[in-house]
């Protein structure tokens, strides 16, 4: 028997224990997140940093066999081949873009062989792999000693498979109880607020977000709706949507503070993947800094700051986040409008003495309407994901965000209206 087949009789053994009616790639998520809580608890206890290795090389190994036994040949081959490049001379580019040309092939898998729905594929686990891989890069282009064992366990550090990641600096340090993490105190009571919040976005995705899905916008009921409330419907579903993104969040925050790797020398308050303030903040940069945080660090620790000193270096950040993300158009018209909106923010900044006239309350209100729209205009095309149903929603929608940010954007690149300020 493979071990391909062996795990695929796994799977199927468990997914018997589903009686809550989920799709059978959602409860193999769930299944994930629920067995790493515990198994982050047994790590903290684990005083031996050769055993914490070999214990997280172990489950992650595991997990990743659960989650697509058929691509453990290439996920070994590339973490093999990462690891001898780390003895290059400049190694960073070489081990990005090995990573990245790997999960751009199962990108590709994903587009050809799936129905470019939001099902589970293993393409997500290579997400997270390429931002470890890309650490790695990092390090060893920084010349950080590290040895085989660190950099295995790093990789298949088990409670960032699907969702979240660490700097591979500091996971060293924790796998080796170094620093902060030699003396930490053994208190969950984080680790449980978190699951517990995990626990409610559970029952909110299975009992909210069908009822306020992107599904509606192929109903007769949106096709009667005005413009203006099809605009507030949209702003509702968009929220309910976020339910899933949020599950995922708090149950891999929960597994990460379970492991201690969260601490910083007083709370376990560090490397958090959910920040609810991207809910209610106003301006699109800061909400791009909340949400999939671990993810916003990367980008910009591993590709904005190293490349900063290029004009386009935003863009191509936003490029190459959506390149990350997948392959389907949505992602790259509406992550280079993400990114116009960004400078758009920018630019009202700059020009900020200019609106003293405008009472603080009706600025407040402009700016809440103004990322309300920037989110929602990015989330509802990555949520349809298929050009045909993006374009249609759009048209439905009327276009307006869309024409909204390239009307003030147009204005202050024309008019140059307060722009003299170069301070940000």
Known sequence: MTIVVLFDEIAMHINRLNVVGVHADQFKLLVHFVLAFPLGIVLRYLRSPTIRKGYTIFWGIFFILYLGAQWIQLVMAQTLVIYLMRSLKRPFIPIATTSFLVLGYLHYDRIMNADSSWKMGFNVVQMMLTCRFVYVGVAAQDRLPFTFLDYMSYVFYFPNIIVGTVPFTAYIQFI??????????????????????????????????????????????????????????????????????????????????????????????????????????????????????????????????????????????????????????????????????????????????????????????????????????????????????VLKAMNDLGWVAQILMVVVWGFFKITKFGQSKKKE
């Open 176 to 389: 080796n109880l170094q620093g902060v993490y030699s003396n930490m105190g053994y208190k969950f009571n984080k680790a449980f607020q978190t699951l517990f919040k995990a626990i409610l976005f559970v029952a909110a995705d299975q009992l909210i977000r069908p009822k306020f899905s992107f599904a509606y916008f192929a109903t007769q009921q949106w096709e009667e709706h005005s413009l203006f409330i099809r605009h507030i419907v949209c702003q509702l579903i968009s929220c309910c949507e976020r339910f899933k993104y949020f599950l995922a969040f708090n149950f891999s925050q929960a597994s990460m503070d379970a492991t201690g790797i969260t601490y910083d020398g007083q709370e376990f308050s560090n490397y958090r993947l959910a920040n609810y303030q991207f809910e209610i903040e106003f301006s699109p940069i800061k909400r791009t800094k909340h949400w999939n945080s671990s993810v916003q660090l990367w980008l910009q620790t591993c590709f904005y700051d190293r490349y900063k000193q290029h004009k386009s270096a935003l863009l191509l950040t936003f490029v190459l986040s959506a390149y990350w993300h997948g392959f389907f158009i949505a992602y790259y018209v509406f992550f280079i409008e993400w990114a116009i909106f960004n400078e758009i923010t920018k630019q009202v900044y700059r020009a900020k003495d200019k609106f003293k006239f405008i009472p603080i309350p009706i600025q407040k209100m402009i700016c809440a309407i103004y990322g309300q729209l920037a989110v929602n205009s990015t989330a509802t095309p990555i949520g349809l994901l298929k050009w045909d149903k």
